[in-house]
């Protein structure tokens, strides 16, 4: 795949926002949801970012709405257990997951035969946040930027290694798309998680990592990790001072970061869907809200369902061709 059509499904589709009050939406008819406690299926397990996030929106539509909103993890095989999961609920509004780019746009191309179809089988309820990543290297690291990294791959093939959370994640697959956009070698190094990757990386183990940004925040701010750039379009909120990609390389249309929505099952009742989105987008206006979202390295996207359906539709056919041309495949 050459580098023109590399980039063009890196591409991100401009979506507008939209928020609706909850008032117009329960007055289609929805005034007894919920009558009943929902349940928010989280597909990884507690203490990381999808977890954080759900717990946010899970606590804000409690306290906001009077309703009770259970999370319940359900981690394993890379989030995939948790969507199977939720595509085989009834689709009463009472089931919920928190679905991500990972599991819904680039699992189903690189697991062998997984149940789900994200387009067919889920219904785009409400997108909570995009997130960039972030590169980083050790503090003591030669590179100052990813102009640097690039420099070195290209006077020294296959001398630097970049580690990732695991194989088949956006997080490694973002570092494969760098490394064929720049036309560089670079070695890819696999961990079981983000937290040994980060250990490696501080210690100089490994020449850098792609990381979530929450994953490696607090070594960033402690100056035991040098961020070298975020894999997005625009600056992170989180971390204003480090340069995109697009900013620091020749790659100007760079543009990889991942997203977090609530997702029922197919067919859910479309007053319930625009009423949970509509309770959902209130809460992601808040400041308080955003703060905490902020936080965690992302930022607040609300849309509408259909706007959040096309995205993912888009994504989930962008993906099939970059993880064709990165070659990656998991067993």
Do not use: C
Not at 189 to 196: A, E, F, I, L, T
């Amino acid at each position: 795949m050459n580098r023109k059509t590399l980039l063009s499904l890196l591409a991100l589709s401009a979506l507008s926002t939209f928020t609706l009050a909850p008032s117009a939406a329960l007055a289609q008819g929805t005034a007894a949801y919920p009558n009943k406690p929902i349940r928010l299926i989280v597909p990884f397990p507690p203490g990381g970012g999808t977890d954080i996030l759900s717990r946010i929106v899970g606590q804000r539509l409690t306290e906001a709405n009077k309703w009770t909103v259970v999370v319940d993890n359900r981690p394993g095989a890379g989030g995939t257990i948790g969507i199977t999961e939720a595509v085989r609920m009834p689709a009463t509004g009472y089931e919920m997951v928190m679905g991500q780019k990972d599991n819904l746009a680039v699992a189903p191309w690189l697991y062998k035969g997984l149940s789900y179809d994200p387009s067919k089988d889920l219904t785009a309820v409400a997108l909570v946040a995009e997130s960039p990543l972030v590169i980083v290297t050790a503090a003591n690291s030669p590179f100052k930027n990813m102009a640097d990294v690039i420099a070195a791959a290209k006077a020294a093939p296959d001398t630097i290694t970049y580690g990732s959370p695991g194989n088949g994640t956006t997080i490694h697959l973002a570092g494969e798309m760098f490394k064929m956009d720049a036309g560089i070698k670079i070695t890819h190094v696999p961990y079981k998680g983000s937290n040994p990757a980060v250990i490696d990386t501080m210690s100089g183990t490994v020449s850098m990592m792609v990381s979530s940004i929450p994953s490696a925040i607090s070594q960033i701010k402690a100056g035991k990790l040098r961020a070298l750039a975020v894999t997005s379009a625009k600056r992170s909120v989180s971390l204003p001072d480090v340069p995109t990609i697009a900013e620091s390389t020749p790659l100007k249309d760079f543009d990889v970061s991942s997203w977090y929505g609530v997702f029922m099952p197919a067919n859910a009742p479309k007053d319930v869907v625009a009423a949970m989105n509509a309770a959902i987008n209130k809460q992601l206006a808040l400041p308080e809200v955003r703060e905490a979202i902020h936080a965690q390295g992302a930022e607040p996207r609300p849309l509408t369902p259909e706007a959040f359906g096309a995205l993912v539709k888009a994504d989930y056919l962008k993906w099939k061709g970059i993880v064709a041309a990165s070659g990656v495949k998991v067993e």
